[in-house]
């Protein structure tokens, strides 16, 4: 009664069988940040402990897990010692370089996503390529050197338009929105590669996440809003108010169709920008992601255990919501570095028993994701504003007043 | 607007301040099982990181926790070491000596539960003469340490009766029904020190679950049914089903009561017998307990995060249901010692998308309890039916027949 299904969508490759306790098998992550500190968090309900390659011992992640090696992301030989002792290797940020991911590969070791996979999460200009040759809408872009490329560039999308560096940027960083070719002199400037796209007049902007696993299976969370501040998200709303159900499931089904054609395992999110036109997509990232962090209450599955499925090809868990609303408000680090913390958090139980509050370990500073809030309840309004003053309270120590919206 | 209220219901005791990442308090929890594996998991959302004095670093959360020590928990030098790098220590089980835990007082360490309260759970005696002084209901009781104590019991309460050792004793382990003076005199032989008790002719166990902090803020959960087989827990139906709603506040009321009247700092369970004649209290738990595991995914706030709060005297989290019915079952060790957990997992999740698992990485021995899974819905036949399946097939890797009731 246990026979393997009859038809497979993709070959399986077998992987090397690394077991830790219970004899289930060890996954490792490379990265110590807060994805990393919540996989793991998820990782223990099924038995495991995450492997955590993290930058310093103070790393997010690395204040929590068990099985910590300190390395470094962009050394081979950190790389390969820290995936000797793990079944499936996976990633809480795309900056591994591709060519040691590649010769993680040609070692034998299972990363998930693969390498192949993951460059387009880690190259502007290859993901838009990718996508445009798929069909799938993007902004109007092409890849720029020169301050004479961009000039040409702008005769078709005009001024103002982006400027991304190709690899390397996030929460903001790597972006730029430049007027004039003066402007964009001085980006070109710097020296980064970069990719030129028109400034998309955009409604708004949503995000399709999804799961993927070796096997082909899908799993899609409702699509959400997020909303986004000096470059950061700052709030996300499940699902996206107002979000007309056929946008809805035509921006799943381009999720789910892209993580298949990318071979993505793991969580895919895709960033979208809502247009009078339809939807383009923004961005990808192959790893659990800020969009996401509402499913932790929100979700029947979160996508920190939904991606850990994904990388030891177990099949999905139920991703049905919770409740009607769920918003997850990014806790920023306020202006006092040293802010007392355990206070806030007294007087802010107090003040509000049902927000749900997640804090990285993360020392303070200006701007820095430094933890997230999650409200959930029937009504949108009183939902979002709980979430805001949460996380507006834990920022600053001001009880806010949030204006209803 | 922060000003503390007017009243407190008790002094606050300034505690000792060792600060952890994020200048959040250090909490150390004393034991390395499960129930401090999984408080480990909700401490990673409130930004702390447990330290846990493990008896070896295989113990179930010695596996997951970055700050582990390993020392004895009967050793005051081991304990002393520990507590010095805690702000607050609490415990997994009950099993500190009493004497220790009042020489940590005396050293100035801030224990939660502390020994006043935690030696109603250590002692069976003290704590069936201090119910009864409160006027609580108990079953008929006596410390007896010869077979001639238990025989002139008898005359009162009839054979069999059941005899429990007073201290030490837990999922069935220590308790005895006797049906004779020779069957107690074997009892009596091994020389542990007694409590005899009638045999309630009880209609089924419930469990009554709450937390209280230094304040005085008391917080409850629905009162459930516990389901046992061999004295050991193996389901949990939250609510108790068909229980009339006096008798819920009834429990609910008592277990609050009880926190406070002993003082009782962190999770209380309060193990009943519901009889004809009402409600007799069988056990108290001063710590996270396995009648309230199906928290986690059940209610708003978990029991492990409501131990945490109560220990950092914060303000407790809502206690609201997630769904009409929830259903724990205990994933028992089966026969096979070294089972293919991996492939189970994998066929299990398969089977049933929305069940929620807990492993916790323990050495499968038979009857050991290596884990949980919950199942929610709002239909207890089914809900029932899907947490019985699920961890009958962990145990024994068959899809289990069950009969609907």
């Not at 000797?84 to 070791?109: I, K, N, Q, S, Y």
């Not at 961009?150 to 996030?170: C, D, N, R, S």
């Not at 036109?277 to 659990?288: K, Q, S, T």
């Amino acid at each position: 009664m246990d026979a393997p299904p009859a038809v497979a969508t993709r070959e399986v490759v077998p992987r090397p069988v690394v077991r830790g306790a219970m004899g289930l098998p060890v996954v490792g992550m490379v990265g110590g940040g807060q994805l990393s500190r919540m996989t793991h968090q998820a990782s223990i309900a099924l038995g495991l402990s995450l492997r955590v390659l993290a930058d310093a011992t103070h790393d997010s992640a690395a204040l929590v897990a068990q099985g910590v090696s300190v390395g470094e992301h962009t050394s081979l030989e950190d790389l390969r010692a820290f995936a000797r002792g793990c079944e499936v290797v996976t990633f809480d940020h795309e900056h591994v370089p591709e060519g040691l991911l590649e010769a993680l590969e040609a070692d034998g070791v299972t990363i998930h996503p693969g390498s192949a996979a993951l460059r387009h999460a880690q190259d502007k200009g290859v993901m838009r390529e990718r996508l445009a040759a798929l069909g799938i809408p993007v902004p109007a872009f092409t890849p720029v050197a020169t301050v004479r490329d961009i000039e040409g560039f702008a005769q078709h999308v005009g001024w103002p338009l982006v400027l991304k560096a190709a690899t390397g940027g996030y929460d903001g960083r790597g972006v730029w929105v430049v007027g004039s070719a003066a402007e964009a002199a001085e980006v070109v400037a710097a020296g980064v590669r970069l990719v030129a796209e028109e400034l998309v007049p955009l409604q708004r902007e949503l995000a399709a996440v999804v799961a993927r696993s070796p096997y082909g299976q899908g799993a899609a969370w409702p699509v959400v809003e997020t909303v986004q501040s000096d470059g950061i998200c700052v709030e996300v709303v499940s699902p996206a108010p107002g979000l007309p159900e056929d946008l809805a499931l035509q921006a799943q089904a381009l999720a789910l169709r892209l993580a298949d054609e990318l071979a993505v395992v793991g969580v895919l999110a895709v960033e979208l920008f809502q247009t009078e036109a339809g939807l383009l997509v923004n961005e990808l990232a192959m790893r659990p992601h800020n969009s996401a962090h509402w499913t932790i209450e929100g979700s029947r599955t979160s996508q920190f255990e939904q991606h850990l499925r994904a990388v030891l090809d177990y099949p999905f868990g139920d991703t049905t919501a919770t409740a009607p609303w769920v918003v997850m408000a990014n806790v920023l680090g306020g202006e006092d570095p040293d802010p007392d913390l355990d206070r806030r958090l007294h007087l802010l139980f107090g003040r509000d028993p049902a927000l749900k509050v997640h804090l990285y370990g993360k020392q303070v500073r200006p701007g820095r994701k430094i933890g997230h809030v999650t409200a959930l309840g029937p009504d949108l309004r009183d939902v979002r504003a709980r979430a805001r003053r949460g996380a507006g309270y834990l920022r600053d120590g001001h009880w806010p007043e949030v204006e209803q919206q």
